[in-house]
């Protein structure tokens, strides 16, 4: 049987829960993340595997969803219904009003079964912890993954992680320059 088959709602849930913020994790000290567009390909590129070939579950990035008026960061379908909305972002640890407004219309209007908020961080900085109104029930999660080095280690890695934004070098390919004249 290939790999993914018969995934059940309940298991990509537990997944998105349990497993997705650990392999973040593992990608966010590799290096691998270091801004939120990483964020969002790599959750999508571990969903994606974790569904694998299944032909019931499809998982699309940056949807547009009109009866909300929203983009959703990842949507995953399963068949033609949209079932569960994503939001990733880079650095914060509490959830903005936007994000909760797009969430919540996913919930409500959309009829997502469930919905994520998701962040990766740098820092050991604890944020608040989500506040849930009585609507929201068990249905919207906030997930923060932060990066498991302190001390020395965790300064280590931010210079490491520079190299690859505000530091970055350049490369070694042969440089084309055209003329004025062609």
């Keep these: 049987m290939p790999r993914g088959r018969n995934r059940t709602l309940q298991d990509i ?5 349990k497993r ?8 966010l000290e590799g290096l691998r993340i270091v801004k939120e567009a990483d964020v969002e390909c790599a ?11 299944d032909p ?8 547009h969803v009109p009866v909300t008026g929203y983009f959703v960061d990842l949507l995953i379908f399963k068949n033609y219904e949209p079932a569960i909305a994503l939001e990733l972002k880079w650095g914060r640890t509490e959830i903005s009003e936007k994000d909760r407004r797009s969430l919540l219309g996913a919930l409500k209007k959309l009829g997502v079964h469930k919905a994520y908020w998701l962040s990766a961080v740098s ?23 932060r990066v498991g080095f302190t001390g020395a280690r965790l300064e280590a890695w931010k210079r490491h992680r520079r190299l690859f934004r505000s530091e970055m070098a350049i490369g070694r390919g042969r440089r084309v320059v055209r003329s004025a004249a062609t």
Excluded at 13 to 17: C, H, L, M, S, V
Excluded at 56 to 63: E, N
Excluded at 129 to 137: D, H, I, Y
């Design 43 to 53: 959750a999508y590129h571990h969903l994606r595997r974790y569904t694998g070939e």
């Design 123 to 145: 820092s050991d900085n604890r944020g608040e912890p989500l506040f849930r109104e009585r609507l929201e029930g068990h249905v919207l999660h906030q997930i923060v993954v």
């Design 20 to 27: 997705l913020p650990a392999k973040l994790r593992r990608d």
């Design 13 to 17: 849930q537990t997944f998105i829960r």
């Design 56 to 63: 019931r579950w499809r998982v699309l990035a940056r949807k």
